[in-house]
């Protein structure tokens, strides 16, 4: 199984990029998908997460009208917009148990995937 995140980037402040999830030897259509992301010398959190059928998305506060989930025949993906120097990380995406509460929200594999670097930067 390998997840594998891609989009990412250099791009100004108030810029925008879309971030795409796929996956091989799994279905994400099977699965709730959430977004994390880690920054230098922080913890990985939770951004984003979507419910398996699509019909409910979940946002953190710091990135709540800025960032929109998406899914699409076996892809998942981040759109964002409005970027902030602070929404530089590495981010990651995989299937997850508890996407309503993202603070909680954990991945069901025993690993993370590629993940993609996102450089928010003047």
């Known amino acids: 199984v390998q997840l594998q995140a891609s989009g990412g980037g250099l791009v100004q402040p108030g810029g925008s990029l879309r971030l795409s999830c796929a996956a091989s030897?799994?279905?994400?259509?099977?699965?709730?998908i959430g977004w994390f992301r880690q920054a230098p010398g922080k913890e990985r959190e939770g951004v984003s997460g979507i419910t398996r059928l699509g019909g409910a998305m979940y946002y953190a506060n710091a990135v709540k009208g800025r960032f929109t989930i998406s899914r699409d025949k076996n892809t998942v993906h981040l759109q964002m917009s409005g970027l902030k120097p602070e929404d530089t990380a590495v981010y990651y995406c995989a299937p997850v148990g508890g996407v309503v509460h993202l603070a909680t929200m954990r991945n069901l594999l025993d690993k993370w995937g590629q993940g993609t670097q996102v450089t928010v930067s003047s």
């Open positions: 030897g799994i279905s994400l259509d099977d699965y709730s």
